[in-house]
């Protein structure tokens, strides 16, 4: 989301004077939302340029990063150096956000002159003041270097890319090196952080990763949440965390700006930007305790095998991922597993996600939108005019649910080899529906309540899966451009939980082929199912389990089969960490952690360039 500006009206802001620009008269115009600046004579290009290029010279106040004084060297020494002469302040600097391709923002300077100092004073005192108006601008950061992650280039890049841009906007930085595993979670959770307007790490995802669990963690414990209870109401801590790409594969850096620049990441920062991410809670499937929090990735399978398989190559740096991945795949391995799920609302039946025809995740998104109307209790605000048209409707003369008085519905997914099939509650509605559609409808009425950790009574079968998958982003980055999950949205409530059933080795790179392409679907096999789910849980047979019997007895009932051979237990992939406890309960929570960023913006399939020789925009990069 774009900083808003509240109660600007109140005091209306409106210059206009003829300023020079590049040694060109130019008619400069100040509100309370932009500042602009047109050529007071003919534009300096042909009629014909005028129809194919367009000169953008508006610039909105939110994206005005500084204003500032300006001397100039203007006289030579004796020695031949450049001596600083005041020219009485007569010129202004102004520090603006220019838009280039692939969603990268950089700065530009625009130097305005005046006709006088106190002129220069009137634009420059009237301009920061609109500036101060912008509470949600961060004044002072709490920063955190991961020196380790990616290439190791963290803080040459924050040195040399971001610690100017933070000075020049009045950011004052308070800068920790992190020397180990945790340091910054156990930094966050023993300081008063009241002072520090937001935290920033510089790195990768596990930083991210880290620095998230800290904050909520330290945030709800403050408030006597008890973070065991799978039943607690999890509060939204109110520090944003701002994200300097500096990883392998920095995807929360992909999915919330576009691309993984560190300049970019940190412009959104200075502007103030805020948006609300889904969280996942991970607890312990079989004592019900929390594990870690989840934000990006939660893979079983193929993806722990190689995160588990590349922890003691960590001196081949980012490359070992490449070198476990081709091990881990030659293995082949699969694992069996029961999964029970409680499906999104937020779908329309004929909707999946990750086709062509999904809706992509974009800065406003109208489905996290409707998702806000989901507060943190699991009620519904059933105002009809608010809810899009993503979302299932309820009667208006309805009043508000609660997730008391709901009776919760369970899906549980049971497979085999060759065929996918849903068993549950009684549900005619399932007749007549393809294998292929089948795991992907709502199939049912709206479901309001999220306490899906009760006995399922239902029968259901080991599911043999090779990868067990829940993306709660989309997973983007420099080699999955699309993302695992192209569709999945940022804070709709829900996470996509992606299944590839037991797979030849020649099936499974074909799928993982298509996931770094943008031609075809990675879900377009039969051997690969996908779901938009609020919750599920996963339990495995008995080996590897802190509590083999209990979960061996549920199997048995579950399948009345008799196991005599010890199976393959796989570990988690959570964010980059491993998680041992292969049964797992994961519970999506809507808009948990608000970050320094506003979506990725949707920009024209084709960006309108100003012309060549325009003298308001040029050497802008």
């Known amino acids: 989301m774009a900083p808003s500006l509240e109660g600007v009206s109140s005091s209306e802001v409106n210059l206009e004077d003829v300023l020079t620009l590049a040694n060109k008269p130019f008619n400069v115009k100040l509100n309370n939302k932009h500042i602009s600046w047109n050529y007071k004579k003919k534009q300096p290009f042909s009629n014909k340029e005028k129809k194919n290029w367009t000169c953008k010279n508006k610039v909105p106040i939110e994206e005005v990063i500084a204003v500032e004084y300006v001397e100039r060297a203007s006289k030579q020494t004796e020695d031949g150096d450049m001596e600083m002469v005041s020219l009485n302040s007569s010129i202004f600097r102004l520090h603006i956000i220019k838009r280039a391709p692939k969603y990268v923002w950089r700065m530009k300077a625009v130097e305005l002159h005046c006709s006088n100092s106190a002129q220069c004073a009137l634009w420059v005192d009237t301009i920061r003041s609109l500036l101060e108006k912008y509470t949600n601008r961060p004044k002072s950061l709490l920063v955190f270097i991961n020196p380790y992650g990616g290439k190791r280039k963290a803080k040459k890049i924050f040195d040399e890319k971001v610690a100017a841009i933070f000075d020049l906007a009045g950011i004052t930085s308070h800068v920790i090196i992190t020397e180990r595993a945790d340091h910054a979670k156990e930094y966050i959770q023993s300081r008063d952080l009241n002072r520090y307007d937001g935290i920033v790490c510089v790195g990768g995802d596990g930083m991210f990763a880290e620095l998230l669990n800290g904050v909520i963690n330290l945030h709800n414990t403050r408030m006597r949440v008890d973070l065991d209870d799978c039943n607690s109401r999890l509060m939204q801590p109110p520090m944003r965390i701002g994200v300097i790409p500096a990883g392998s594969t920095d995807t929360v850096a992909y999915c919330t700006t576009g691309i993984n620049d560190a300049v970019t990441s940190a412009l959104h920062i200075v ?129 508000e649910l609660d997730v008391d008085d709901i009776s919760v519905m369970y899906k549980t997914l049971s497979t085999s080899m060759t065929n996918i099939s849903i068993a549950s509650r009684p549900m005619s509605t399932l007749s007549g529906v393809s294998p292929r559609i089948r795991g992907k409808r709502l199939l049912g009425s709206l479901l309001l309540s999220i306490h899906f950790f009760l006995a399922v009574n239902d029968t259901a079968c080991i599911m043999h899966s090779f990868c067990i998958n829940a993306l709660t982003i989309s997973c983007k980055c420099s080699t999955v451009p699309e993302g695992v999950s192209p569709a999945c949205h940022l804070g709709d409530g829900s996470t996509d939980l992606v299944l590839v059933y037991d797979a030849s080795r020649f099936n499974y790179l074909r799928h993982l082929i298509r996931i770094t392409t943008k031609t075809s679907s990675q879900f377009d096999f039969g051997f690969v199912d996908v779901m938009r789910v609020k919750a599920f849980k996963v339990r495995v047979p008995a080996q590897g389990s802190t509590d083999s019997s209990q979960v061996s007895t549920s199997f048995h009932r579950l399948e009345n089969v008799e196991k005599t051979t010890p199976l393959p237990v796989s570990s988690w992939n959570c964010d980059g960490e491993i998680i041992e406890e292969p049964n797992i309960d994961v519970r999506v929570h809507c808009q948990l952690v608000k970050l320094f960023a506003r979506g990725i913006e949707s920009y024209p399939t084709k960006m309108k360039q100003c012309a060549p020789n325009c003298i308001s925009c040029d050497g802008i990069l």
């Open 271 to 399: 502007v103030g930007d805020s948006m609300a991410i889904d969280v996942c809670s991970v607890r312990n499937g079989l004592t019900g305790k929390l594990i870690r929090f989840c934000v990006s990735m939660l893979g079983y399978g193929f993806y722990g095998d190689v995160l588990r398989d590349s922890e003691n190559l960590r001196w081949m740096g980012p490359v070992r991922y490449d070198y476990s991945g081709f091990r881990t795949f030659l293995k082949n391995r699969s694992y069996d597993a029961m999964i029970s799920y409680l499906p999104s609302q937020s779908l329309q039946d004929n909707h999946h996600p990750g086709l062509e025809d999904g809706l992509r995740c974009y800065s406003g998104c109208q489905v996290c939108k409707s998702a806000s109307l989901l507060d943190l209790n699991g009620s519904l605000s059933l105002d009809p005019s608010a809810i899009s048209d993503t979302a299932c409707s309820l009667t208006p003369t309805t009043p």
